[in-house]
């Protein structure tokens, strides 16, 4: 008899384990297709955030224009056009600054060069040091390639246009955004319950009102920060001093946190560049505007618009690159003001206890401070008008004496350039940190004594110290070569000049003038019209009382000199 063991049957797992099973597999091919399609769909996410926040920046400007009784479509392609057309324009100014910049650069190579050989040999005996490099500029490598590089940052104002026009999807969406932003949130609230709809129209103006404000913000601060540089790089004569104030305001209020540092790189670039000098002012006037800026400007502008802590801008930065990028960055600080007002607006806060805080304090060894009464408040606060008025009185006077003053042209002599009523303001502190240059609109004390009431008169600086000035034909020669004046109105010059008192040289001509050191030779514009040097001789420098230029009345023609 054959024993056979039977061998226990296998239990098959329970259904509802297969059935977990299968969810789960299913689940993660789902969750897989749903991540990747995101994933796909990532620039189109990035494309409909950044134009909600440019829906909610712009919102409200065509909001005020709609209450003007413009339509909301009109006014929404109204500020469209505004700002492609300044940010076209800010790429077309720096574009060719630029362009400028590199293409004086690669000509100066030969200079800087020499000058970096001469100190290694005269420092370390080293000699010959850039053969290499300079061998390869006469060659034209160094060359080709910068003037390329140049000719390509001369178009980059076009450039920017062309982008704008590429970025076509953004606009779309973002003008549907504002002209239809009514409509959309009846739409989105028509979907919740009126309590919900109460709570997302409130997040929705929070978003508006905060991320208007952070625009209005920044743009009130360019405005500042440009016009300030602007005033601050005439006075030191720095090249392309508009541009660069451009560059500054724009770049240091719109890109968080680093803005400021790289605002300041191109000015001190550009100054080095002209002179040494000009490079180290340039670098002083960038880090004292940003400590006014800081302290005074920023506090009472934010205030009213968009007020946030620096460590939580910080903090919103770093979070928005790590997660969205550049774009992420830029849109760090209106997010977080946002969340910052809903919570605001939303949480629920309770009273503290007086006492509490009074026991805290006492625990870290502070003493309460007393209260002050009325009066004493009421005194603290004139007196603190009084300094207010006392300091604006000090600064007006210490600027009118050492910085800058406004003056009137009473004559002709200026004409094209100045006409009489005209006002101008005048650089006082110009030819304290540089030397007079050719071209320069000057005002200096009258060398014939106040003549007729005359103390100050204003002309052009022709000739410098050292030059033979020649006058022939009425058109003014410097070293024998012809000096080009595109300044000049069309006008009959005709004639030449008597040798005038105060020049030097050997040489006898009477149309020829060699200008004596620490003096300068000026003339009108109006050359029929003028007495200048041309008549009382060259005028020592020291007698200059600042440069113009800056023409502020008529307003018609507000401008540069």
């Known amino acids: 008899m054959n024993d056979s063991s039977a061998s226990p049957a296998l239990s098959r797992p329970p259904r509802w384990v297969i059935q977990s099973i299968l969810v789960a597999l299913i689940g993660y091919g789902l969750l897989g297709y749903v991540l990747s399609m995101i994933s796909s769909l990532r620039s189109l996410f990035i494309i409909l955030l950044v134009s909600l926040f440019l829906s909610f920046a712009i919102e ?285 607006a939303t949480a629920e806060r309770y009273e503290v206890d007086e006492e509490t805080l009074k026991e805290s304090r006492a625990r870290r060894g502070r003493k309460e401070r007393p209260r002050r009464g009325a009066f004493a408040t009421t005194v603290r606060g004139v007196l603190e008008w009084v300094g207010v008025i006392a300091g604006a009185f000090v600064f007006a006077l210490v600027v009118k004496t050492f910085l800058f003053q406004a003056y009137y042209i009473p004559s002709p002599s200026m004409e094209a350039t100045l006409e009489i009523s005209d006002r101008i303001i005048v650089n006082k502190l110009s030819y304290q940190l540089h030397d007079v240059n050719r071209g320069d609109v000057i005002v200096f004390k009258n060398p014939e004594g106040a003549s007729r009431g005359v103390e100050d008169l204003i002309k052009r600086v022709v000739g410098l110290p050292g030059e033979t000035v020649q006058v022939q034909g009425g058109r003014v020669y410097i070293d024998k070569i012809l000096l080009l004046e595109p300044y000049l109105a069309a006008q009959d010059i005709t004639g030449s000049f008597r040798k005038p008192p105060g020049c030097v040289g050997i040489n006898d001509a009477p149309d020829q003038c060699t200008v004596a050191d620490g003096y300068v030779f000026v003339m009108g514009d109006n050359r029929p019209n003028s007495n200048d040097s041309r008549v009382f001789g060259p005028i020592p420098v020291d007698s200059i009382e600042g440069r113009a230029f800056l023409r502020v009345w008529p307003l018609g023609r507000f401008g540069r000199l």
């Open 60 to 344: 409200p400007a065509v909001n005020r224009m709609e209450n003007l009784r413009v339509r909301r479509g009109v006014a929404t392609g109204i500020m469209f056009l505004l700002i492609l057309g300044a940010i076209g324009g800010f790429g077309v100014a720096v574009g060719a600054l630029l362009a400028e910049q590199l293409t004086e650069f690669s000509d100066n190579i030969p200079t800087y060069l020499a000058d970096i050989d001469t100190f290694l040999e005269d420092q370390f005996g080293v000699e010959e040091a850039t053969a290499d490099l300079r061998t390869n500029y006469e060659d034209g490598a160094i060359a080709s390639y910068l003037g390329s590089f140049a000719d390509d940052l001369a178009r980059f104002g076009s450039t920017v246009v062309n982008v704008l026009f590429q970025l076509f999807t953004i606009g779309l969406f973002t003008f549907y955004l504002v002209a239809e932003g009514p409509k959309l949130r009846r739409s989105v609230c028509s979907l919740l319950s009126a309590q919900k709809a109460r709570r997302v129209l409130v997040v929705w103006d929070l978003a508006i009102a905060k991320t208007g404000g952070y625009i209005l913000s920044r743009a009130a601060l360019a405005i500042i920060a440009g016009v300030v540089h602007w005033v601050a790089f005439e006075f030191i004569n720095l090249p392309s001093a508009l541009a660069l104030a451009l560059w500054v305001g724009v770049v240091s209020q719109f890109i968080p946190v680093i803005g400021t540092y790289i605002a300041g790189v191109l000015p001190v670039v550009v100054g080095l560049l002209d002179e040494p000098s000009t490079g180290l002012w340039a670098l002083v006037i960038i880090v004292v505007y940003q400590q006014l800026e800081n302290y005074f400007f920023a506090p009472r502008i934010t205030a009213h618009t968009m007020e946030i802590h620096p460590a939580v801008a910080f903090g919103s930065v770093i979070a928005g690159n790590a997660l969205l990028g550049v774009v992420g960055a830029l849109l760090a600080l209106p997010f977080a003001a946002t969340l910052q007002a809903v919570i605001s």
